[in-house]
C-alpha cells in the first residue's frame, strides 16, 4: 500500500485536544482513509477538517475507485466528539464552527462521486455512528455497540440525525437519542447501520477486502451514477446541516451543559 499523504493535527493550535492523524493510501484502485486520537478516536476540530478534506482529496483522485474509511488501534471505532474541546468553546461562533466540521465530513462522504465503504472495528458514539451512517457500506464487528450519548451530555444529536434517520429510519432514530442507551452490532445490522458483522476483525477485513478489490475492477461511471442515487434528496443538506450546527453551538455554551460535560468526564 503506497501512503500518498500523512496529516498530523499536532501542528495546529486552534484549541484543546487537537492531536490526532488521518493518512490516506491508495493501493490497486482502493483509497483508504484512517484517522486516530489517542482518546478513544474522538474527533476534535482540527482533525474534523482533516477528515474531510482527506475524504474529498480521494474522491476527487481517478486512481482511487473505491473509499475505504476506518480508524486506527483496536479500541473504540470513535468516541465522538473531543470533550476536551467542547469545553472550551466560547461563543456561538466557535460552537458553530466546531459542530459544521461533523457537517463537512457527513457532505465529503455522500458527495464523493465513489463508494465509501466504512470498518469500524469496535464501538462507536455520537458523531462516529454519525459516519458509520454516512458510508454506503458499513462493516462491523460483534462488538461494535453504538450510541448517541448527546442527550446525555445536554446537546442533542442535531448534524449527525439527519444521515443516520436517512440510514435507520425515524423510529430506531428517534429511540436511540431519546434513551441514549448502547445498540449491539446486531441491532444496527437489523436496522440498516450496518451491512455486514462479523465475529472478530479478521473475518471482517478479508470480506471487506473482497469487496474493496471487486469494487475498484467495477465500472466507475455505474458507481458513480449509483451513488448519486443512493443521496437524491440531500441536495439541502448543506443549509441544513450548517443550520444544526448552530443549534448545538448554541447549547453546548449553556451552564447545564458545560455542568454535564464536566461530570461525564469524571467517570
Not at 478489490?213 to 437524491?232: E, Q, Y
Amino acid at each position: 500500500m503506497h501512503i500518498i499523504l500523512r496529516m498530523s493535527a499536532e501542528s495546529e493550535i486552534d484549541g484543546a485536544g487537537t492531536e490526532g492523524d488521518v493518512t490516506l493510501a491508495i493501493d490497486d484502485g482502493v483509497g483508504t482513509i484512517e484517522f486516530s486520537h489517542p482518546k478513544g478516536n474522538s474527533l476534535p476540530g482540527a482533525l474534523l477538517r482533516r477528515l474531510a478534506a482527506g475524504i474529498r482529496t480521494l474522491g476527487e483522485d481517478p486512481s482511487a475507485r473505491v473509499i475505504v474509511l476506518g480508524s486506527g488501534g483496536s479500541g473504540a471505532f470513535c468516541a465522538g466528539a473531543s470533550f476536551d474541546e467542547l469545553v472550551n468553546i466560547e461563543n456561538e461562533l466557535e460552537g458553530l464552527e466546531f459542530f459544521h466540521g461533523f457537517a463537512r465530513v457527513i457532505l465529503a462522504m455522500i458527495r464523493a462521486p465513489k463508494f465509501v465503504l466504512v470498518r469500524v472495528h469496535g464501538r462507536a458514539a455520537g458523531g462516529g455512528v454519525g459516519i458509520a451512517a454516512a458510508g454506503d457500506y458499513a462493516f462491523a464487528v460483534k462488538s461494535a455497540s453504538v450510541k448517541l450519548s448527546e442527550l446525555s451530555v445536554g446537546i442533542g444529536p442535531f448534524v449527525v440525525g439527519p444521515v443516520i434517520e436517512r440510514r435507520i429510519g425515524c423510529g430506531p432514530f428517534s429511540a436511540m437519542s431519546v434513551d441514549t442507551d448502547w445498540r449491539d452490532a446486531a441491532w444496527c445490522e437489523r436496522h440498516g447501520l450496518f451491512a455486514r458483522v462479523f465475529d472478530d476483525a479478521d473475518a471482517m477485513d478479508s470480506a471487506l477486502a473482497l469487496l474493496a478489490g471487486a469494487l475498484a475492477a467495477s465500472n466507475p461511471d455505474a458507481m458513480s451514477a449509483m451513488k448519486r442515487a443512493f443521496w437524491l434528496g440531500t441536495e439541502e443538506w448543506d443549509t441544513l446541516l450548517t443550520a444544526r450546527a448552530r443549534t448545538s453551538g448554541m447549547l453546548v455554551l449553556s451552564d447545564y451543559t458545560r455542568a454535564a460535560i464536566a461530570r461525564f468526564r469524571t467517570r
